[in-house]
Nanobody, 113 residues
Framework: QVQLVESGGGLVQAGGSLRLSCATS????????MAWHRQAPGRQRELVAS???????NYADSEKDRFIISRDNAKNMVYLLMNSLKPEDTAVYYC???????WGQGTQVTVSS
């Protein structure tokens, strides 16, 4: 059974940082690319960042200079370090397996102005 469990969300002031974590199980983690998405109220879910099995990363343009996605294959974990947070970053953040229909339950990030 595939499980993805996000953690690390919370309330932070604008300009602050958060580090999200996603613990995975039930998949051969090292062969899969992983991604972080987010969904704000009233908006569609959008891709924030992805990392392939070799560690190559890709970011949405608005997050390119602020967010860092990383992975630890030994721990089957993927992370998203978010810096210089803005109120518009407020959303539920989800991790997912690229190319497979596996998603976590999400973690809420709220950025106050």
């Amino acid at each position: 059974q595939v499980q993805l469990v996000e953690s690390g969300g919370g309330l932070v002031q604008a300009g602050g940082s958060l580090r999200l974590s996603c613990a995975t199980s039930g998949i051969m983690f090292r062969i899969y690319g992983m991604a972080w998405h987010r969904q704000a109220p009233g908006r569609q879910r959008e891709l924030v960042a992805s990392i392939d099995s070799r560690g190559r990363t890709n970011y949405a343009d608005s997050e390119k200079d602020r967010f860092i996605i990383s992975r630890d294959n030994a721990k089957n974990m993927v992370y998203l370090l978010m810096n210089s947070l803005k109120p518009e970053d407020t959303a539920v953040y989800y991790c997912s397996v690229l190319g497979a229909p596996f998603w976590g339950q999400g973690t809420q990030v709220t950025v106050s102005s």
